[in-house]
């Protein structure tokens, strides 16, 4: 008896009444996008990867962030890549260190755009791995004091959120630990908790400059097979005093984000990696598939499974669609 009576296809009839009751928005606020600072001036290299995407200066990163901040997005988060690297990692945690001068410098013009820095060190290691290697092995426990001290570096040059992606145990521990010690009790931690050994990094390693020199991260980074794994490492995370997590990456990973959102009561993100944008924008460039349908789609997947934040290489681009008068 139910149908005629029920025609679910009288709520889609025009786009007025599919925009009233649509069940997952996506806003501007939700979005953070990643960029890549280098050293010099007036440099934009593109990534040929990724399409749109550069490694800028911080001259030009700055005027990458006015757009950011006029287009409403959340905010950016950071990834240096240093003119020279070393076993140490130095880089990462120098106080005059490329991402060091770039948050002061962004922060100086654009007081009020939120900076999360990634706090990792494989881009500052000459062998590309995130921390100190002991008979061809990352150790972890050596490897949490470069994480503090980075993220204590990256907090004392004015970094709102710092986020940690190494996937060491015990970590966010030990960064809570040396944060509260050098006076940034409210310096909030983005946990990188969740973060598989996934094949969709390839064109971020092009972009970071981070490809291990020898081996692999799997001996660190999660399995993409365990879900119930990846609960108790969010889970172990929180009591260390992360704020908030992160699953990555986010689209073949929406079950695990789907279920951190349900169980857990804390603040959830996903990073749209790059081998996730750059699989759409190579379907784009093939004229495969339409862009801003195939972008909003994707990032109302994520929203839909249950992140509230959203890192992605779209982040302007989805934002000045959801700001124009025909969204």
């Known amino acids: 008896m139910a149908f005629p009576i029920q025609r679910l296809r009288r709520l889609r009839a025009t786009p007025q009444i599919r925009r009233i009751v649509r069940e997952t928005s996506l806003e501007p606020a939700n979005f953070i996008l990643p960029l890549f600072v280098v050293n010099g001036e007036s440099v934009r290299k593109e990534i040929s990867s990724m399409p749109g995407n550069y490694q800028t200066s911080i001259d030009q990163t700055i005027e990458i962030c006015r757009d950011a901040q006029a287009a409403s997005i959340g905010g950016v988060i950071l990834f240096g890549i240093p003119d020279q690297k070393d076993e140490d990692a130095s880089g990462a945690f120098a106080n005059d260190g490329i991402v060091q001068r770039a948050i002061t410098a962004i922060k100086r013009e654009l007081p009020r755009l939120l900076v999360i820095t990634d706090v990792c060190n494989c881009e500052y290691t000459s062998h590309g791995h995130c921390g100190k290697v002991i008979h ?150 093939n004229g495969w598939i339409d862009e801003e349908r195939a972008m909003m789609e994707s990032l109302t997947s994520i929203k839909r499974a249950g992140a509230g934040l959203i890192l992605t290489y779209f982040a302007v681009k989805a934002a000045r669609l959801l700001n124009s008068p025909a969204c």
Do not use: C
């Not at 630990?177 to 931690?189: M, R, Y």
């Not at 995370?237 to 992160?246: N, V």
């Open 136 to 285: 061809g092995d990352v150790d972890n426990d050596i490897t949490l004091d470069w994480l503090a001290k980075g993220a204590v570096s990256h907090a004392r040059a004015g970094a709102d959120i710092v986020a940690p992606s190494d996937m060491m145990d015990g970590r966010v521990a030990a960064i809570r630990s040396a944060l509260d010690k050098e006076g940034f009790s409210n310096t909030p931690i983005l946990s990188y908790a969740a973060k598989f050994a996934s094949a969709f990094y390839g064109p971020f390693r092009e972009a970071a400059e981070s490809t291990p020199q020898f081996g692999d991260r799997r001996s660190y980074q999660m399995d993409p097979a365990n879900a119930r794994e990846a609960m108790r490492e969010i889970q172990m995370d929180l009591e260390e005093g992360a704020d908030m997590i992160m699953v990555k990456p986010a689209m073949p990973y929406l079950d695990i984000i789907r279920e951190a959102r349900e169980r857990f009561d804390a603040p959830i993100s996903a990073y749209q990696v790059s081998g996730e944008y750059s699989m759409i924008m190579a379907a784009v460039r």
